[in-house]
């Protein structure tokens, strides 16, 4: 038994250091990839430093976004799990419904 929940709470804080490592990566490399394409069309168009800036502040945005939408799925898979604080009980939801006889 103690077997059992120590690998589910090592399952669980891999999952979570797994999420907190792809956030991150998603904020660097949106930053890095816009940065590079704003240097590269600087370069191209001579507009120095314009486009890179516009397109590092584009690049930071999307990385914000990409870490907004993970975390709202996050969040939404711990609502989810079984066992959860915030999961709805049925009888609970069912009464403030007025659905107190659901057999009759």
């Not at 669980?12 to 949106?30: C, K, Q």
């Not at 993970?70 to 659905?99: F, H, M, W």
Request: no cysteine; glycine share 8%.
């Amino acid at each position: 038994m103690f077997i059992k929940k120590y690998f589910r709470l090592d399952r669980e804080y891999r999952d979570a250091l797994t999420n907190a490592s792809v956030m991150g990566l998603h904020m660097v490399t949106h930053t890095l990839v816009g940065a590079a394409a704003g240097y590269f069309l600087d370069r191209w168009l001579d507009t120095k430093p314009w486009m890179l800036l516009t397109f590092l502040i584009l690049g930071s945005a999307a990385g914000f976004k990409s870490v907004y939408v993970d975390l709202k799925q996050v969040l939404r898979g711990l609502r989810a799990a079984p066992g959860s604080a915030t999961e709805p009980d049925e009888k609970a939801s069912a009464e403030t419904n007025g659905d107190k006889h659901s057999d009759s």
